[in-house]
Nanobody, 121 residues
């Protein structure tokens, strides 16, 4: 089974920066869509940033201009650079890989364990 491990979370002041990393146990990033999700207490999990196998990216409106998603296919690692952090960014952040399992479109989602990001005023 694919294993995903996030790291890089922590406590920062508003306006600060963090870089999250997600390491995969096998070579899957180069051919699959992936993204970062977050979930705050009492809230639904939401997509923060996504990147397709072709390199196209998309972001939630709340983080546009502040967050950047990227990947290193050779190292099987996904990144999320977070700048100008706000208290409302506080959440558990999860790495996701949507693995394509056949040519006709079936997929399987893999999730990391999550890493806590806390932004204080």
């Amino acid at each position: 089974q694919v294993q995903l491990v996030e790291s890089g979370g922590g406590l920062v002041l508003a306006g600060g920066s963090l870089r999250l990393s997600c390491a995969a146990s096998e070579s899957i990033f180069s051919t699959n869509d992936m993204g970062w999700y977050r979930q705050a207490p009492g809230k639904q999990r939401e997509l923060v940033a996504g990147i397709t196998s072709g390199g196209s990216t998309n972001y939630a409106d709340s983080v546009k201009g502040r967050f950047t998603i990227s990947r290193d296919n050779a190292k099987n690692t996904l990144f999320l650079q977070m700048n100008s952090l706000k208290p409302e960014d506080t959440a558990v952040y999860y790495c996701n890989v949507r693995k394509r399992v056949n040519p006709w479109g079936s997929t399987i989602d893999y999730w990391g364990q999550g890493t806590q990001v806390t932004v204080s005023s």
